[in-house]
């Protein structure tokens, strides 16, 4: 698996894994997701099958100075701050049929550490109950009840610090 930065004609695909990865009510639009690849494409990290070229997963964020997630995050790229202290991942996605060889926790370790190569403080997201052990695994804690309410359904929200 090689992980990578994601290329510009790129977008289409993962908007396609988005697709198959959620449900429609929690999946990014594909028209959303276009416009994000395209507005800020430093935040997404790609996993690539390296024998057959194609792409098994991403994770994805933007930066911003604020503290908490809010919904409009996953629908307005140009929210993004360059120089924002924190990262706010809008979503790790890998195709069911790579899940459980490492790939995930290979995409969150990559985006961790570009996120402290760009002297940010804190990367948050947002998960479901289940997945809270998962990310935990990863550096995250769990600071409860997040203020999203993305696709209908409640979130717990988590953070990773990431200062030297």
């Known amino acids: 698996m090689r ?3 994601i290329r510009p004609d790129e977008a289409e695909r993962v908007a396609e894994i988005e697709r198959v990865c959620f449900p429609p009510n929690e999946a990014c639009a594909h028209d959303d997701m276009i416009r ?4 800020i494409p430093r935040m ?3 996993a690539e099958d390296e024998t057959t070229g ?3 997963g991403f994770i994805n964020g933007l930066a911003t100075n ?3 997630f809010r919904d409009e995050f996953f629908t307005d790229p140009s929210l993004n701050e360059a120089d924002g202290k924190q990262v706010m991942i809008l979503g790790l996605d890998v195709l069911p049929e790579y899940r459980h060889q490492g790939i995930a926790s290979s995409l969150m370790s990559a985006f961790l550490q ?3 190569s760009e002297g940010r403080d804190f990367v948050l997201l947002t998960c479901h109950e289940a997945k809270i052990g998962m990310y935990e695994h990863m550096g995250f804690k769990e600071l409860g009840l997040s203020n ?3 696709g209908g359904v409640p979130w717990r929200e988590m953070i ?3 200062r030297d």
């Open 44 to 46: 997404f990290t790609v």
């Open 148 to 150: 999203s309410v993305w």
């Open 36 to 39: 994000r690849v395209a507005a």
């Open 160 to 162: 990773c610090d990431v």
């Open 54 to 56: 194609k792409l098994v």
């Open 66 to 68: 604020e503290t908490s």
């Open 114 to 116: 570009q996120a402290k």
């Open 3 to 5: 992980i990578r930065l």
